[in-house]
């Protein structure tokens, strides 16, 4: 899952960044509002959720969240205020937000919320996701396979929930990067690769043919 977080206190969006990586997600940060806008216009399908600020130089929260839905760009909005009434909360969902956070605030909390926002994709999934003998609960962190716990990474759990969302179709690199790495990755790295192939030996132990086949060329893809 990736999230944008649009924060002008440096410090503060340096420590939600690292808090939210540590919780397994990529993150990137924009403290400019104009700048957060024609990044979130460019690259719209690639982010799962927006942390927004209100108050930020060239633009602020409240008009950038008014001209993402004028444009139909439905990613989920938690906003980040300093403000306690009731009337700035109303106009915000209003617009279109999906919740707020009033400053100062909890990591705890936080986190708590941007998991409830993530678990309301534009679709309905179910709560469990399976496919095959595999079952993941992204809430709870977990999964199994033929109900043996898997003892994943961050990234490999990343990696085995979107291939569950996505069962018997073809995820090329590129797909997997934009999801599940910030800006900063170096797309020529093998390190995509590399976490794919620990992710299968965990996956398959040992069986053949392996639940996640390599498409030669394209990508990998889950067999349900």
Not at 69 to 80: D, T
Not at 106 to 124: G, I, K, M, N
Not at 133 to 140: A, G, Q, R, V
Request: aromatic share 8%; with cysteine; charged share 30%.
């Amino acid at each position: 899952m990736r999230i944008l977080v649009v924060e002008d206190e440096e410090k503060l969006a340096e420590s939600l960044a690292e808090g939210l990586s540590r919780k397994g997600y990529a993150v990137d940060i924009i403290g400019d509002g104009a700048k957060a806008f024609t990044r979130i216009s460019m690259y719209r399908n690639d982010y799962d959720l927006i942390i927004l600020d209100l108050m930020l130089p060239s633009m602020s929260g409240y008009d950038i969240c008014r001209q993402m839905r004028e444009e139909q760009i439905m990613v989920p909005i938690l906003v980040l205020t300093a403000k306690a009434e009731t009337e700035d909360k109303v106009e915000m969902l209003l617009i279109g937000a999906d919740d707020y956070l009033e400053k100062p605030f909890s990591f705890d909390e936080l986190t708590a919320r941007v998991h409830a926002l993530l678990r309301r994709p534009p679709e309905s999934v179910p709560t469990i996701l399976q496919a095959f003998d595999i079952e993941l609960n992204p809430s709870e962190r977990t999964a199994s396979r033929d109900g043996v716990p898997l003892t994943l990474t961050l990234k490999e759990f990343g990696l085995l929930e979107y291939f569950l969302r996505h069962p018997n179709q073809v995820v090329n690199r590129e797909d997997l990067i934009t999801h599940l790495w910030d800006f900063n990755y170096e797309s020529f790295s093998n390190v995509v690769d590399v976490h794919v192939k620990n992710l299968r030996q965990k996956l398959d132990r040992g069986s053949y043919p392996s639940v996640l086949e390599t498409v030669r060329g394209i990508g990998y893809r889950l067999r349900a």
